[in-house]
């Protein structure tokens, strides 16, 4: 019987074990920032969703909100204030972002050690070197649900599907990192043979934004299936994998929703509380 890798268990029991230790700190209190621009509905939700997440874990936080007229020197100078704010301990520019505006140029403002999303350059080379800082959230989140499950990665293979700086990339060195010790393709939608390529997998990780792209003929039996993908089809959530068609071979499956999505969030609370005693304590963070 196959495995299913709850992501609402895992992300609980995160936010559980940083609320118990938030609430006997004897410092100030957490504070996570949000950015909002424009009135993006599911933005709304995204960022209403991970407030009340940090209310859970016993953390203040702020909402930011910009008009959709907002020029780029106000949304500038929001990060930078927020940036220069030591209440802040994690700063977060929801996107999207209206087109005229910058994403880049604004969110490498947020310093590295507040940088709970992982996005800015300098979060992804410290990734890169292996220094302390912290990793973008939704490939964090597949590492916390493999290590939660306690399925091994040392010396397996591992293959990722999708190549972008958001998933792909830092999934991919999060897999190889010491102490993970996975050994790594990167595959795309130019890979040759790609279900083959997929098949040699002991860990396949998909993140395409493909609906149900990998079904039986991408897994080998006993294979570790993360689905990392999200879309829409005839009004509801799928993704990149055919959990049916694959249930009966992999041994272990993520399910879409309720998988990596969940994750995405509770790593970004775990980043606000490394994030909090980076800058309070001194503690580096500590991502294995």
Known sequence: MVLRLDGVVVRDAMVARIAAAAAVNKGPRVCLATVL??????SQIYVRNK????ETAGFDSRNVVLPASASQAQLDDCISDLAHDPGVHGILLQSPIPSELDFESAVSLVPVEKDVDGLTVASLGRLVRGLPGHASCTPL???R?????NIATSGKRAVVIGRSTLVGLPMAILLQRKGVDATVTIAHSRTQDLAQVCKQADILIAATGMPR???SS????SAVVIDVGI????????GDVDYEAVSGIASAVTPMPGGTGPMTVGCLIENTWAAYLWQTQGHEPDIV
């Open 145 to 149: 649900i493999l290590q939660h499950y």
């Open 37 to 42: 621009v424009g009135d993006d509905g599911p």
């Open 213 to 215: 792209m990998v079904n």
């Open 51 to 54: 407030h009340k997440l940090a």
């Open 231 to 238: 879309s829409r089809v005839d009004e509801r959530i799928v």
């Open 141 to 143: 989140g597949v590492l």
């Open 218 to 221: 991408f897994v080998k039996d």
